[in-house]
């Protein structure tokens, strides 16, 4: 019979591991508090959201008595970004709570149980040549079907709909989605509601969305019977700074939770790949200056290490590189809000979504106030003139108030005094107070004016840092353990501004300059120095302008000289036949000729393999690869210019490298000389080619200029191959071309 000792000792062996487990949900024994008021109206809205089948936004429209829903087709945050800012318009305007929802995510053939008092948006980016982005791409297949299978028939006479859309005017099929849906849902019998908006990014995206958005909100409180005036000003997040929170569970930089795992340095294992919810922290394996030394410009080539990592990639893949911001910018926004001294720059805070249907927590949290300026929001990015708008209510004074209402509501001053001298945030607040915008000199700190801003408002209020992204320029054939990457250091001078004493300063891309402070610390060139800080932080700072901290969260990105940055690898579709025996055709000057670098190395993989097999004249068969490139002088910005020759022997008469030196080259008239030259003289080898053996044509590079001069001059070249005009014959074969996914880019402006 079991004594009371034995009793004892089983009520223990089961009572103390269901303890353990439910540690967190158990105050007496350490875990959370018993939730507040508004910390219990945040679990509400989340177990609202959570209930039913997660796929129908119909019934969770139902569930949480909500009007509309904002869907958004993003392929790098900026529309998804749109989104949010609508959802949150459409609640201060009118008091009308939305879903934010990823259409990938959701069951789209239920657009058709939409109730008929409710409203959805699209907000659509064109991604590529007129392409849906990836998770807006099932929904385009599913309206683009002549009679679309929805829940209850084929059309959408419930439906009212709002739809703007984001592109670039320097690409040929503008807002391609946008237009698109727009068509389709109109003839299924759905209702728009405003005019269609398309933003353009080559000009103002901004611009476009504020001119668009107010004449939709008229139309929509008609169609909808609701007036303004709702709800005002309402928080989105509950933000609380907390003291007693374990230290290996504080973000501080690091991208998702399972990172924060691995950089506590716990034993638990780490399920799950790398990509873009869970970047890899891959080491650089080499980096170097590809310009000329003496020159005023700087690209740089850096290797990343894949090994260990799961991680794959193709040719023409592109890698997604995440950036910090630089020193300056991080000192200077905890300066306007009073956050800079060292007893609060590292305090830690909780951010809870108050409706997580409308707004999510857009980084990880718990996480102290510099690791969300250093790391997950978009602080070095020109202030928008609606947020600069909106945060006038808290200026210190009114003059700062008049200052800021005026840039926010007067659409020319704003382009002369903040978007002209690519003012940031907290320059623009720095502005306003009439502190000084300069930086301090080494040891000093900003001297600012403090701005009482609700911290849930920041959060609101700044976009979160995005990562950037560069076309792979090697081929995982030749370097299964690595990703090259050649990026051109963006730097430039901004308009004369009141603020920077009406002189031009020197404008700093993000991520080049991140990228060149990685080069320049793993090379030795500019040495980084280390500090170690009270929170016994480790911080790598570069003697130079802007200087990134690049030890990264705990120092993990940087031991022993091995830099780490995070890294994934987004697909692409922009691939080389299968065949070596279809001529290829590619045009990339400058840094456009780092994914042919790729295509290049994978036929010389394919070559190396062949020959090994076959002998030496295994590519005796093989059809020829025109490279047609481009730079200013062969002396100063010939990229791998050392490389394409031994490239050019492997590859056996292959690979015709052409190369156009604009600064060293002139035609007859004196004009410089430029790729789409170099394709008009060769037109009589390049069209037989296109015409009778089908080749395949790849375009790499700037969208503006040059992208749309070489289109010009095959539009010439095959008109005149077909018998007609350019403007007839040609365009009609450039467009079968495109269709048939023979002529690709991968252009950026």
């Known amino acids: 019979m079991a004594t009371q000792l034995d009793l004892l000792i089983i009520l223990l062996t089961v009572s103390l591991p269901l303890l353990y487990f439910f540690r967190e ?7 959370k508090a018993l939730p507040s008021k508004q910390n219990g109206s945040a679990a509400k809205a989340k177990k609202v959201e959570e209930e039913g089948d997660p796929r129908n936004f119909v019934e969770k429209m139902e569930r949480a008595g909500k009007r509309a829903v904002i869907f958004y087709g993003s392929q790098t945050g900026t529309a998804e970004e749109y989104a949010i800012r609508l959802a949150k318009e459409a609640k201060s305007r009118f008091g009308l709570s939305s879903l934010v929802c990823d259409p990938e995510e959701h069951d789209m053939n239920l657009l058709d149980q939409v109730p008929e ?8 980016a064109t991604y590529g040549e007129g392409e849906p982005t990836d998770n807006a791409a099932a929904l385009m297949e599913l309206l683009s079907e002549e009679e679309p299978d929805f829940s209850q028939g084929n059309r959408l006479e419930n439906l009212n709909y709002v739809v703007f859309g984001l592109g670039n005017k320097t690409y040929e099929f503008y807002n391609e989605v946008a237009k698109q849906l727009d ?3 109109e003839g299924l019998g759905a209702k728009r509601i405003g005019e269609r908006g398309e933003g353009d990014d080559d000009k103002s995206m901004e611009e476009d969305y504020l001119a668009w958005k107010d004449p939709m909100w008229e139309t929509f409180s008609k169609v909808l019977g609701v007036e303004e005036g709702g709800s005002g000003d309402v928080a989105d997040f509950l933000v609380t700074e907390i003291t007693d929170h374990p230290p290996e569970k504080v973000f501080h930089g690091e991208l998702s939770p399972r990172a924060l795992i691995v950089a506590s340095g716990a034993n638990t294992p780490v399920s799950g790949g790398y990509g873009i919810k869970n970047p890899y922290p891959a080491p650089v394996l080499a980096s170097k200056e590809l310009f000329a030394v003496s020159g005023d410009r700087n690209c740089v080539h850096i290797e990343f290490d894949l090994t260990g990592s799961g991680m794959t990639y193709q040719h023409g893949d592109h890698v997604g590189i995440w950036p910090s911001n630089p020193d300056v910018e991080v000192d200077r926004m905890l300066s306007v809000l009073g956050l800079d001294s060292d007893s609060k720059r590292f305090n830690i805070i909780d951010i809870e979504s108050l409706d997580p249907a409308l707004a999510k927590v857009p980084f990880p949290t718990p996480a102290t ?3 969300i300026f250093r790391h997950y929001l978009d602080i070095s990015a020109i202030a928008s003139r609606q947020t600069i708008a909106f945060l006038s209510r808290y200026a210190p004074n009114e003059n700062a108030k008049q200052k800021l209402t005026e840039w926010g509501t007067n659409k020319e001053l704003y382009a002369q005094e903040i978007d002209g001298p690519a003012l940031k945030l907290a320059e623009v607040l720095q502005a306003a107070s009439g502190d000084s915008l300069d930086q301090p000199q080494d040891g000093q700190s900003f001297n600012s004016t403090k701005w009482s801003i609700p911290f849930d408002r920041i959060v609101s209020s700044v976009p979160r840092l995005q990562p950037r992204y560069y076309s792979i320029s090697s081929s995982s054939k030749l370097h299964p353990n ?6 051109v250091v963006l730097k430039y001078q901004s308009a004369a501004s009141p603020v920077h004493h009406h002189e031009p300063r020197w404008v700093f891309g993000l991520s080049t300059n991140f990228i060149l402070n990685v080069k320049n610390a793993h090379s030795g060139s500019n040495t980084p120095m280390s500090e170690t800080t009270a929170n016994a932080l480790e911080a790598v700072t570069m003697k130079k302008v802007p200087s990134y901290k690049l030890a990264g969260p705990r120092g993990n990105y940087v031991k022993e000289n091995v830099y780490k940055v995070p890294i994934h690898v987004r697909r692409s579709t922009f691939r080389l036949p299968t065949s070596p025996k279809v001529p290829i055709i590619m045009i990339g000057p400058g840094t456009g000729v780092a994914p042919f670098r790729g295509f290049v190395q994978e036929r010389v993989a394919l070559a190396r393999k062949a020959i090994e097999k076959n002998g030496p004249d295994a590519l005796k068969d093989w059809a020829p690869m025109y490279l047609f490139y481009g730079c200013r002088k062969s002396n ?3 990229l791998y210019q050392d490389e394409w020759p031994e490239y050019e022997k492997e590859l056996k008469g292959v690979l ?7 600064r060293e080259m002139k035609k007859p008239d004196g004009s410089k000389v430029y790729v789409q030259d170099l394709i008009h003289d060769l037109r009589a080898e390049l069209a037989p080619l296109i015409v009778d053996k089908r080749a395949y044509i790849y375009i790499c590079g700037d969208a503006k200029s040059m992208s749309k001069a070489v289109e010009e001059r095959l539009t010439q070249m095959l008109g005149e191959a077909k018998g007609g005009t350019a403007q007839v014959e040609g365009v009609k074969e450039l467009k079968m071309l495109k269709e048939r996914n023979r002529l690709m880019t991968d252009v950026w402006s």
């Open 656 to 662: 015709r490298m052409k190369v156009a030196f604009s």
């Open 369 to 371: 106030y510099d690791a």
């Open 183 to 185: 068509k389709r849902l």
């Open 636 to 638: 100063e910005d010939f």
């Open 482 to 487: 690595a990703i090259h990457v050649t990026a």
């Open 117 to 124: 008092n409710a409203v959805v948006f699209f907000v659509m």
């Open 25 to 31: 949900s158990l105050p007496f024994i350490g875990g």
